[in-house]
Structures are given as C-alpha cells and as structure tokens.
C-alpha cells in the first residue's frame, strides 16, 4: 500500500507542475481525494487477489471430471457403505466423503461396484478417490497414495454357535470365507494358506456361506460382522480380534493437490467433531 501512495502522490505533483493555472482549493480538493481513491482502489486489488487465489487452489486439484469428486466404493460393507431400501447410500464413509467434498466445493459422485473394482477405478483414473474401509498395505502403496487414517478397523471372526472354533489359533485347516480383496482374504491366505481361504464379492456372501455350512468361519471387519450377526441368529464373534488396522482414502498415484487438499479436509472435520459425530451416528460405544 505504500507503494501505491508513493506513486499515485508522484504522479499529482507532475500533475501541479502542468496545471500552473490551477487555484490553490482545486489542489487541495485533489490531494484530499487522492488518499481515498487509493485506499479504495487498494481494497478492491486485495479482495481480488483474495478471490482469485481461492480460485487457483481449486483449479489445482485434479479431479477426473471438473466441479466433481467421485468416490469408487463397494456399498455392501456396514456400517461404512451400504444402501437404503429406497437404493440411497449411507454410511460412515458416504457422509464423510460428502463432508469433504463440501470443504473442496465439488460434488460429490459414488459409484458402487466390487472392492477389487473400487481399487482399481482410483488407479486407472476413472474415480478420484477410493473409501471402503481400505487398509493401507505396501502393495497398495505401490499402485496408489492414501490420505491419513481417518477410521480404526478390527479384522474379526464369525462362527456359528455351536462351533469348535474358539480363538484364531483354530483357524488351522479350516475352510475360511472372506471378502475378495480385502486385508482379511490376504491376511488369512498368508496364515493358513490359500488353499483354505475362499474369498466372496462381498462379506453378506460370505456370511450366507457360513449358514450353509460351506465354510467354517468369515473374517470380516468388527463393525460389519456385528450387522451380520444382528441379521443372523445363530452366528457369533469371538472375543479376541484377529488384526487392527487403521483405514484411509486411497487416491490416485502422484496426485498429491487432492491428497492433501482432503487431509485438510479431514484435519478440519476432527478438530470441529464432525467425523466423530458420523462415527458415532453409525458405531455405539460398548
């Protein structure tokens, strides 16, 4: 600011010089208005610079479609994702995505399919942005970025009542259902073996499978397995959990604008509650 007065005073002298004819109260009347003009033309400058920085750190994220954020999602994970009767989506991730999109002005997209298929829409760039209670891994890592943690998730088993199984330690020779894709298929291939892993499109499968006796136990997430047993009398879950693990935002490899554009996001809907309240909207405390 001081350098435009410094100027626009420069130029009223050489403006005194040419107009020698001018009366004394013409002068003054024009040095009066000079510092306004200058204030105001000032304020306006700033307000600008102010709106057009915004809109460059918007211009910044790269998203697959101008103005939206699309979220590839696999909606048969509860409480995170899944759908309504009417076919709406719900869910601890769905609300947390549509928070987010609101902190980066875009709109929000969810397009729902396999989890395998959620995957790989991010790194093939045909969605921004993975959320499906996604693990972290370092096979993963390879192929895409993740934003910081944002959920806690527990792997758990489901058995039947009536099953001899009672700890992970008796998982050895069973036949094990799990989600195609997910950390607990990998987990449980690498502990017991491919050969007794069978891996489902989806965890409600899987479930279904272990009501027909066709597989001994699922392992699941801790908060899907327990609207799975709500849903089926006869299944329980084993006290000790099988993994924790921590859940992220999976988007695309490189694109870091959007990665930390929604840990920003995100930072800002801890600080003020938000995320916890959807958590809590979804998750009652035990």
């Known amino acids: 600011m001081?350098?435009?007065?410094?100027l626009m005073t420069a130029a009223a002298l050489v403006l005194s010089l040419a107009a020698c004819g001018s009366t004394a109260s013409s002068a003054a009347s024009s040095e009066a208005a000079s510092p306004e003009a200058a204030s105001s033309d000032a304020a306006s400058s700033e307000a600008a610079s102010s709106e057009a920085a915004s809109e460059t750190e918007t211009a910044e994220l790269s998203t697959v479609e101008?103005?939206?954020?699309i979220m590839s999602t696999n909606a048969a994970f509860p409480p995170y994702e899944m759908t309504t009767d009417s076919g709406e989506f719900e869910g601890i991730d769905i609300e947390t995505a549509q928070a987010i999109a609101d902190k980066l002005g875009l709109e929000l997209q969810i397009d729902d399919m396999?989890?395998?298929?959620?995957?790989l829409a991010v790194q093939q760039g045909k969605a921004d942005m993975v959320m499906a209670g996604v693990t972290v891994t370092?096979?993963?890592q390879n192929v895409m970025d993740f934003t910081d943690s944002y959920a806690t998730g527990i792997q758990s088993i489901i058995v039947k009542e009536d099953s001899d199984i009672a700890s992970?330690?008796?998982?050895?020779?069973?036949?094990?259902?799990?989600?195609?894709g997910t950390t607990g298929y990998l987990y449980c291939s690498d502990d017991f073996g491919d050969e007794n892993v069978v891996a489902y499109d989806n965890g409600l499968t899987a479930v279904q499978m272990l009501n027909n006796g066709q597989v001994?136990?699922?392992v699941i997430d801790n908060a899907p397995a327990k609207e799975f047993i709500a849903a089926n009398p006869g299944l329980k879950l084993l006290d000790t959990a099988y993994v924790e693990e921590s859940y992220a935002i999976g988007v695309?490899?490189?694109?870091?604008?959007?990665?930390?554009?929604?840990n920003t996001a995100l930072e800002e809907l801890k600080a003020d509650g938000t995320l916890q309240a959807i958590v809590d909207k979804y998750i009652t405390a035990e």
């Not at 001081?2 to 410094?6: D, E």
């Not at 101008?66 to 954020?69: A, C, D, Q, T």
């Not at 695309?252 to 929604?262: M, P, R, V």
Request: charged share 40%; proline share 2%.
């Open 2 to 6: 001081k350098k435009a007065l410094s």
């Open 66 to 69: 101008p103005g939206k954020l």
């Open 114 to 119: 396999d989890f395998d298929a959620a995957l």
């Open 138 to 140: 370092d096979e993963r």
């Open 168 to 180: 992970v330690d008796d998982l050895a020779g069973k036949k094990i259902g799990t989600q195609r």
């Open 216 to 218: 001994d136990c699922v």
């Open 252 to 262: 695309g490899k490189g694109n870091t604008e959007l990665k930390d554009a929604i």
